[in-house]
């Protein structure tokens, strides 16, 4: 037991405990909590935060190794991030130093300053030559960036010098994409990039938003707004449940512009990048502050540019991804989480495995502001929360601009002839609204060309050699790939096993998109799907497309159904909608339903009323009649209903343990004697009664036990209280991390899971 002050540091390290060292680091400068500090650690020298100081340590002196470096003048945790990334480290089960690790682009996890110089692209003396003999001539991207360059060099006619060049955020606002463009420039010697340090941040004055220029709030809307805005100084909790089309968008835009005024600022989160510029667009358009925009398609030197513009208290909003929940936004206004329900809040996968919804609340809670929850199908555990009076929801019931509902009627396929996936009435409604010059999505949530290789002489289908699936056929690039581990091959002529002509089976969306060519043969059609959004820029060229009538017709994935606003599309034909109806996920009903409503409502936005034909071979299935009955409502007061019958969440909670191994053997008994550890403590007479009210089920191999070479199982806890299940995987984890079988399995601890095999 030493009695040397001691700095308690978190490591991103897979060991849930903080590591003591002295607090003499070199140059002799003081620690707080919430720096960033350099330690030695085995044979490693690793990047931690402090999170304590203390007057000794239970390890003995001689024991104790000093700390190497301090990174930060200034915490770059406030005392309110650290005590919400400790509570989300004991929520989620997971290592405190892994959970701040997150936390942080990966340039700070390094060791890159927090306060750095600034990129700026800026024109060159021969750029502005060629600008004034009007060059580029052939390449009209590289032509308006040249110009806005060369407006705002100090030698212009309007000259800037205190805010020389334009930085990755300018452009990113003014141009999309603009990358290649300003390499291009680079090459040709007519721009440089410079180095600029930035100026400390003012404070944000009230009443700096400005005017709003948006449309005037009907009535739901304002009330909506109200209610939200009353709430500034104190945390509520809202969902603002409002029918696709009901301008959600718009009330988001005018609390975070009341937030702006009172010198506050906002936080917005979106579920998936592709809705990411198109919310972007809206915030600039109204609000002239300084944004920071975080998602995971951003280079790593830009997400520390964003980061250190929230963190500096510059970006007045911080837009982005789950990851954004993290972001350090300062003096905290609102918050606000659109589409809610969605998954992609979720990271199910690898790592520190957190609901970005769910933090975001918690987030709000303990700053004390309110968070919005936007959605036009709610989670059902945000309903029920509505229902318990823990959130307060806002109803926008009408379509915005006087649109009214799509009219939703269902194809039954039993009775109807198919070319190619889609039936005869389907067609014949495309080119009804092809004729009355409305445009057309095609919805199916499968892309590739067939999802299925399949020789008619003998029967073999083409298989994934590392997972229980079959590969989906890419025809365009002649190649066979598998969408769950990337296993890609040559497309074969002949079957492999008999040497007779194979064909594909089925539809994805590039076959659908060949179908759409040979029956509407002139008719511009374009297929939105990740095989051809592959960089920046390809999602906003297809709306582009969409918005000006170049396009027609859209064929694509989930990709379409989130946030996108196509207001001259009349028509919508879900493809398949039984996907969902046999899954062994007690989850899988309620994101059919919120799918086939989120699609349904990209029709009818505009002035035209919209049509949604859902194809089905199951036209009596309770979920869709109920869904054409009473709407989204009505499914999720059934659902809601059943899920209590059967105490499944919201009405119970879970936690998933999940292993994988190189065999099934090996996952499995890592399992059951997890299962026989977790009985044991259950059954110990000192644990009270509350042990008994957690239950295990299972363990049993995963819907895909194969995936990657790997062999998946889990194992199910669940309980009826949270805090019964908290204080059991408190005791079980720790007895699970000295499990000899443990060794030879990867496994994991997923609370509140969202998906259960």
């Known amino acids: 037991m030493s009695t040397v002050p001691v700095v308690r540091v978190a490591l991103p390290t897979p060991l849930k405990r903080l590591f003591d060292y002295r607090a003499d680091p070199a140059g002799g400068c003081a620690i707080e909590p919430g720096m960033r500090v350099r330690v030695p650690f085995g044979r490693q020298r690793l990047i931690g935060v402090a999170i304590e100081l203390a007057a000794g340590s239970e390890l003995p002196e001689e024991r104790l190794k000093p700390v190497l470096q301090r990174l930060d003048l200034q915490p770059i945790f406030d005392p309110a991030t650290l005590t919400l990334l400790a509570w989300a480290a004991d929520y989620y089960h997971h290592p405190i130093g892994e959970v701040l690790a997150t936390a942080l682009p990966k340039a700070l996890r390094l060791g890159a300053a927090v306060d750095a110089a600034e990129a700026r692209w800026v024109v060159t003396p021969q750029g502005r030559e060629a600008y004034a003999r009007g060059e580029p001539r052939r390449a009209p991207r590289q032509g308006q960036l040249l110009a806005a360059l060369a407006a705002r060099d100090p030698g212009a006619a309007d000259p800037n010098p ?26 040709r010697g007519w721009v440089n990039v410079i180095e600029v340090r930035p100026a400390a941040a003012p404070a944000p004055a009230p009443d700096s938003a400005g005017p709003s220029q948006g449309p005037e709030p009907n009535d739901e809307q304002r009330v909506a ?91 007045r909003i911080v837009l982005g991804t789950r990851s954004a929940v993290f972001a350090p936004a300062r003096n905290l206004g609102v918050i606000i989480v659109d589409e809610e329900h969605d998954t992609s809040f979720k990271q199910h996968e690898g790592g520190f495995r957190y609901s970005a919804r769910d933090l975001a609340v918690v987030r709000a809670q303990r700053a004390g502001v309110p968070v919005v929850l936007g959605s036009a199908t709610p989670g059902l555990e945000t309903l029920q929360n509505v229902a318990t009076g ?46 009355a010059g409305g445009q057309v999505l095609v919805f199916l949530n499968r892309r590739g060309y067939a999802p299925t290789l399949l020789c008619t002489a003998c029967g073999w289908i083409a ?59 002139g008719i511009p059609c374009i297929r939105l799907d990740r095989d051809v959004v592959r960089r920046r820029g390809d999602m906003e060229d297809a709306m582009r497309r ?4 170049e396009a027609r017709i859209l064929v694509g994935t989930q990709m379409v159904t989130k ?53 089905t071979e199951f036209p009596d299935h309770p979920l869709l009649r109920s869904l054409l009955a009473e709407g989204y409502d009505g499914f999720a007061r059934a659902a809601l ?65 194969k995936r990657a070479g790997r062999h998946h199982a889990q194992l199910l806890v669940e309980s009826a209280e949270r805090a019964s299940l908290h204080r059991f995987l408190g005791l079980w984890l720790p007895a699970l991390e000295a499990l000899p079988s443990g060794r030879r399995v990867r496994w994991a601890l997923d609370v509140d899971p969202i998906e259960t095999f």
């Open 563 to 615: 946030g996108h606003d196509f207001p001259n599309v009349t028509l919508v034909v879900v493809l398949n909608a039984d996907q969902g109806f046999f899954s062994s996920d007690f989850r899988a009903p309620e994101r059919l339903a919120q799918t086939i409503v989120q699609v349904a409502g990209r029709a009818g936005r505009g002035e035209r009323a919209g049509e949604v034909l859902i194809q």
């Open 641 to 705: 209903t059943e899920r209590s019958q059967t105490s499944w969440p919201p009405f119970s909670r879970l936690a998933a343990l999940r292993g994988s191994a190189k065999t099934a053997e090996a996952a499995l008994e890592f399992l059951a004697e997890a299962r026989r550890v977790a009985d044991d403590l259950r059954g110990g007479r000192a644990q009270g009664a509350w042990a008994q009210r957690v239950r295990l089920l299972g363990p049993a191999p995963a819907a895909m036990a």
């Open 225 to 315: 707004i109200e209610r939200v805005c009353e709430s500034l100084d104190a945390f509520g909790g809202f969902v603002l449940h409002g029918v696709t089309g009901s301008g959600k968008t718009e009330v988001y835009l005018r609390v975070v512009e009341r937030a702006l005024r009172l010198g506050r600022s906002a936080l917005v989160l979106v579920p998936e990048i592709g809705l990411t510029p198109q919310l972007v667009g809206r915030f600039r358009q109204r609000f002239a502050v300084p944004m920071a925009v975080l998602h995971s398609a951003l280079t790593d030197n830009e997400r520390l540019l964003a980061w250190r513009e929230a963190f500096s208290g510059r970006a």
């Open 162 to 187: 205190s805010d020389p060049g334009l930085s990755v955020a300018d452009l990113d606002a003014r141009f999309q994409p603009w990358r290649d463009a300003a390499r291009a420039l680079v090459a």
């Open 390 to 435: 823990r959130y307060t929801r806002l109803l926008l019931t009408r379509r915005a601009a006087r649109a009214v509902p799509p009219r939703l009627s269902l194809i039954d396929l039993r009775s109807s002839a198919i070319h190619a996936g889609i039936s005869t009435p389907a067609v014949r409604a495309i080119e009804r609204h092809l004729e």
């Open 546 to 549: 969409m918005a000006t009538g």
């Open 463 to 521: 298989p994934c050699r590392d997972c229980d699936a079959r590969l989906t056929v890419h025809l365009a690039a002649r190649r066979l790939r598998c969408h769950h581990c990337g296993a890609d091959t040559a497309l074969p002529e002949r079957c492999p096993q008999c040497g007779f002509a194979v064909k594909a089976v089925g539809q994805g969306t590039e076959r659908i998109e060949e179908a759409l060519a040979t029956l509407f043969p």
